[in-house]
């Protein structure tokens, strides 16, 4: 059963949480992460994302970037920018795109829970993404950021967040650039937060959404403290990581699309005419083509969108990965046909998230004489029924929006 716990959060000042909200570290690049802290002195990239304060040329996983990281954070807090509450709390987080709202309980989870399989992953990690979040941790001394989960929220969970909410002002309420609006409460009266850590307790699977790498790094962050303190308690804080826990029927996942650079040779028609082997193809003259149901593609190649279907026998006796449809696209299509083997090492494919518009996945496609396929997102329910099985996804199978900001929590790891 579930360990999550209260704490006692580093979080922006009154009237600051906005300029200092920022994206996930992963989801912006060197020359954006530059652009916008030399904008905003106040962005939290320029704790997570350090390398803008310093030299271009530095290498990203240089020492100096890490320590330059640790002398933000410290700077951030010593100059009032970020503080500390008093004791531990649970927090609510919220965030509303197009209308529709998720609100998530933030705490913090047990490394525990991570090793014993009580929180389940879908995806693997690549080692260098996880050595350079080991190292921001540890340096830091701090989760920077939160580890997206998701579970099956008891009916009185739910209740007791949405009357918190509706008898509570927001702490923080504001609209980011992207037109997501992110509010956040904090839970501080003891029987709630009682209530909250026994109604976690009762719940068997928590499952990660998004955050694979750092999930990973927070843990063995942890356990080479626990090295370092061979009389530890399992109470200190770097027993835990930062996380928002998220009811899954809440969320949304967005496709995310593919992108090859060639057609290995190929002339477009003969491309085209062997999809027929395990599609329907219907060509679509003049219209991008989304897909609005499962097992339907996408594909645009030399200017022309055309719908697949996949046929039932392609996929009618896989088991649950086999089912999905990035799987479907990779054994069928990218590999035997485009040579891609590999999508996580071949630099002949790239990956669009479903927030960029399907005009943008053909000027991609455009710009190398390549093909694009627009996927179909995969379901919530696959993703834990995958994660449930003790089984992975291919790589890029989901892209969840909005993404939760970096900055306004952060948990410390020697508080």
């Given at each position: 059963?579930a360990?999550?716990q209260?704490?006692?959060?580093?979080r922006?000042?009154?009237?600051?949480a906005?300029?200092?909200?920022?994206?996930?570290?992963d989801?912006?690049?060197?020359e954006?992460?530059?652009?916008?802290?030399?904008k905003?002195?106040?962005s939290?990239l320029h704790v997570?994302?350090?390398?803008?304060d310093?030299?271009?040329?530095?290498?990203l996983?240089?020492?100096?970037?890490?320590?330059?990281?640790?002398e933000?954070?410290?700077?951030f807090?010593a100059?009032?920018?970020?503080?500390q509450?008093?004791?531990?709390?649970?927090y609510?987080?919220?965030?509303?795109r197009?209308g529709?709202?998720?609100?998530?309980?933030v705490?913090?989870?047990?490394?525990d829970d991570?090793?014993?399989?009580?929180?389940?992953?879908?995806?693997l990690?690549?080692?260098?993404?996880?050595?350079?979040?080991?190292h921001?941790?540890?340096?830091?001394d701090?989760?920077?950021?939160?580890?997206?989960?998701a579970?099956?929220?008891?009916?009185?969970?739910?209740?007791?967040?949405?009357?918190?909410?509706?008898?509570?002002?927001?702490?923080?309420d504001?609209?980011?650039?992207?037109?997501i609006?992110?509010?956040v409460?904090?839970?501080d009266e003891?029987?709630?937060?009682?209530?909250?850590h026994?109604?976690?307790?009762?719940?068997?699977?928590?499952y990660i959404?998004?955050g694979h790498h750092?999930a990973?790094s927070?843990?063995?962050?942890?356990?080479?403290?626990?090295?370092e303190h061979?009389?530890y308690t399992?109470?200190?804080?770097?027993?835990?990581?930062?996380?928002?826990?998220f009811?899954?029927?809440?969320?949304?996942i967005?496709p995310?699309?593919r992108?090859?650079?060639?057609l290995?040779?190929?002339?477009p028609?003969?491309?085209i005419g062997s999809?027929?082997?395990?599609?329907?193809?219907?060509a679509?003259?003049?219209?991008?083509c989304?897909?609005?149901?499962k097992?339907?593609?996408?594909?645009?190649?030399?200017g022309?969108?055309f719908?697949?279907?996949?046929?039932?026998d392609?996929?009618?006796?896989k088991?649950?990965?086999?089912q999905?449809d990035v799987s479907?696209?990779?054994d069928?299509v990218?590999?035997?046909?485009?040579g891609?083997?590999d999508?996580?090492?071949?630099?002949?494919i790239?990956f669009m998230?479903?927030?960029?518009?399907?005009?943008?996945?053909a000027a991609?496609a455009?710009?190398?004489?390549g093909?694009?396929f627009a996927?179909?997102?995969?379901?919530?329910?696959?993703?834990?029924?995958i994660?449930?099985?003790?089984?992975l996804?291919?790589p890029?199978s989901?892209?969840?929006?909005?993404?939760?900001?970096?900055?306004?929590?952060?948990?410390k790891?020697?508080d």
């Amino acid at each position: 059963m579930a360990l999550f716990q209260a704490f006692r959060a580093v979080r922006p000042a009154e009237g600051k949480a906005e300029k200092v909200a920022a994206l996930p570290y992963d989801v912006v690049s060197r020359e954006e992460a530059r652009e916008i802290g030399e904008k905003n002195l106040y962005s939290f990239l320029h704790v997570d994302r350090a390398e803008m304060d310093l030299d271009p040329e530095i290498d990203l996983y240089d020492a100096v970037v890490y320590q330059k990281a640790k002398e933000n954070l410290d700077r951030f807090q010593a100059e009032g920018t970020l503080i500390q509450d008093e004791k531990p709390n649970y927090y609510l987080y919220e965030l509303i795109r197009k209308g529709k709202s998720q609100t998530g309980i933030v705490g913090v989870s047990s490394i525990d829970d991570y090793m014993n399989g009580v929180i389940k992953k879908h995806e693997l990690t690549r080692e260098d993404k996880e050595q350079d979040r080991i190292h921001h941790v540890d340096i830091c001394d701090a989760n920077t950021g939160p580890i997206f989960l998701a579970c099956r929220y008891p009916k009185e969970l739910l209740v007791l967040m949405e009357n918190w909410k509706n008898s509570h002002e927001p702490v923080y309420d504001f609209t980011s650039e992207d037109e997501i609006t992110h509010r956040v409460w904090i839970v501080d009266e003891e029987e709630k937060i009682q209530k909250i850590h026994s109604l976690f307790g009762g719940i068997s699977s928590i499952y990660i959404a998004d955050g694979h790498h750092r999930a990973a790094s927070a843990v063995k962050v942890g356990q080479k403290r626990r090295k370092e303190h061979p009389d530890y308690t399992g109470k200190e804080e770097f027993n835990f990581f930062l996380s928002v826990v998220f009811p899954y029927d809440q969320l949304t996942i967005l496709p995310y699309h593919r992108i090859v650079k060639d057609l290995k040779g190929m002339e477009p028609k003969a491309f085209i005419g062997s999809m027929k082997f395990n599609f329907e193809l219907m060509a679509m003259p003049g219209f991008p083509c989304k897909p609005v149901e499962k097992h339907c593609f996408g594909l645009y190649v030399d200017g022309e969108w055309f719908h697949l279907k996949a046929y039932p026998d392609v996929y009618a006796k896989k088991d649950s990965v086999g089912q999905l449809d990035v799987s479907i696209l990779q054994d069928k299509v990218l590999g035997p046909v485009l040579g891609i083997e590999d999508p996580r090492t071949d630099e002949r494919i790239c990956f669009m998230g479903g927030n960029h518009k399907l005009k943008d996945l053909a000027a991609a496609a455009d710009e190398t004489g390549g093909a694009a396929f627009a996927m179909y997102p995969t379901s919530m329910e696959e993703l834990m029924a995958i994660a449930d099985e003790g089984k992975l996804m291919p790589p890029k199978s989901t892209w969840f929006e909005p993404k939760l900001r970096s900055g306004l929590f952060i948990h410390k790891l020697s508080d």
